[in-house]
Structure formats: C-alpha cells, structure tokens
T-cell receptor, first 114, second 113 residues
Framework: NAGVMQNPRHLVRRRGQEARLRCSPMKGHSHVYWYRQLPEEGLKFMVYLQKENIIDESGMPKERFSAEFPKEGPSILRIQQVVRGDSAAYFC????????????FGDGTRLSIL | DQQVKQNSPSLSVQEGRISILNCDYTNSMFDYFLWYKKYPAEGPTFLISISSIKDKNEDGRFTVFLNKSAKHLSLHIVPSQPGDSAVYFCAAIVYNVGNMLTFGGGTRLMVKP
C-alpha cells in the first residue's frame, strides 16, 4: 500500500495523558499536513511540515500541541495533557510538492478522551 | 469565519440521475479548488480539481464548474451510482500562501437504487 499511513487508527486516552499520532507520507512525498475534524464538521488545517521544518502552524492551538517531521521516520502530532475537547479525527495528508498538487489523505486517527 | 461553505448538508438522488453538489466561497484569493469524497472511517479521497483560470474540468462522470464572479463552484456526477453515496467536501487553496486546504462542511450524498 503506497498510500498515506496513519497509526494508530484509534487511540483512547484519559484526561491529562499524552497522545502521539503518527503519519508516514506517500512514497516520494516530502510535504505533510495535519487536519482535525470535529464531529459533524469539515476538516480544519492544523500544520504544514516539510522534512525537519515547520512551514505553517497557523492552525495549531498555541498550547499542548506540537508536530514534527524528522529527517528519518514518520511525522508525529503530539498532544500533551489531553482534554475532552481534543476528541476528534486527526487526518494526515501528503503531497509531492507545493502549490497546485493534490493532497492525499490517510484514513485518520480517531482520538477519544475519557 | 467560514470561507468555504456547503449549504446543503445532505442530498438524495435516484440512481442514474445527475447529482449536483454546490459550494460557495468568500475569499477571492483562492486560486485552486478541489473536491474530495469521504466514506465513514476513511480519509478523504481526492476526486477532481479546477484552477481559477478555468471554468470547467471534466473527468469521467465527474465535472466541476467554477463561476468566479459568483464565487461558486459545483460538482456534477452523472450518472449517479449507489457507490457514490458518501460525504463530499469542497476545498480551496491560495497558491503560494501556505499550502493549507480550507474545507467546506461537507454534503452527504445518498444515491438510491
């Protein structure tokens, strides 16, 4: 499967714990994006990364959320001290380059906070 | 501030007929528009796109129309098939201003056999 791979598919955390979501882009893609979908809403942009660089994090909450895309390995979205409002589906997308290149999405991680 | 809106949360169509999904936007800087299809528990799948310099793009059963003066685009599916039943999202991007997609809220299409 050469598509965007996200894991885990489902993640359950208690309030105050940390959540780590992983994303491996499509082969050959060096641009990674994270989006969040709350119930009954559209996807909202969070952050755009290239290898070892955060290009645009304008959609990320200022506290508790961080993202990285290291030189080796998957992109990680990290949520510290999770709260109930963090429950959502988190989608990762990748693209070949900038601009007019379609973004291809993974199947998401569904985060549930108890 | 919802820059991309899909005002119909759901649409029901008979198999074989045309499905028309609509999308309105407010940001005149958008220069690329995309439609995605999403099944439950899966990620959005890219369907078709259109650049702002065009007014129509066609791919098989799917055609996207763009009316820049009205800031409106639509996706036509003809003929509609039961397998087309899904949630459809329109999305827009401003080239060279980040790469973020701005999504509408989605329209749930149900194609009845």
């Amino acid at each position: 499967n050469a598509g965007v791979m996200q894991n885990p598919r489902h993640l359950v955390r208690r309030r105050g714990q940390e959540a780590r979501l992983r994303c491996s882009p499509m082969k050959g893609h060096s641009h990674v994006y994270w989006y969040r979908q709350l119930p009954e809403e559209g996807l909202k942009f969070m952050v755009y990364l290239q290898k070892e660089n955060i290009i645009d994090e304008s959609g990320m909450p200022k506290e508790r959320f961080s993202a990285e895309f290291p030189k080796e390995g998957p992109s990680i979205l990290r949520i510290q001290q999770v709260v109930r409002g963090d429950s959502a589906a988190y989608f990762c997308a990748s693209s070949l380059g900038e601009g007019l290149q379609p973004q291809h999405f993974g199947d998401g991680t569904r985060l549930s906070i108890l | 501030d919802q820059q991309v809106k899909q005002n119909s949360p759901s649409l029901s169509v008979q198999e074989g007929r045309i499905s028309i999904l609509n999308c309105d936007y407010t940001n005149s800087m958008f220069d690329y528009f995309l439609w995605y299809k999403k099944y439950p528990a899966e990620g959005p799948t890219f369907l078709i796109s259109i650049s702002s310099i065009k007014d129509k793009n066609e791919d098989g059963r799917f055609t996207v129309f763009l009316n820049k003066s009205a800031k409106h685009l639509s996706l036509h599916i003809v003929p509609s098939q039961p397998g087309d039943s899904a949630v459809y999202f329109c999305a827009a991007i401003v080239y060279n201003v980040g790469n973020m997609l701005t999504f509408g809220g989605g329209t749930r299409l149900m194609v009845k056999p």
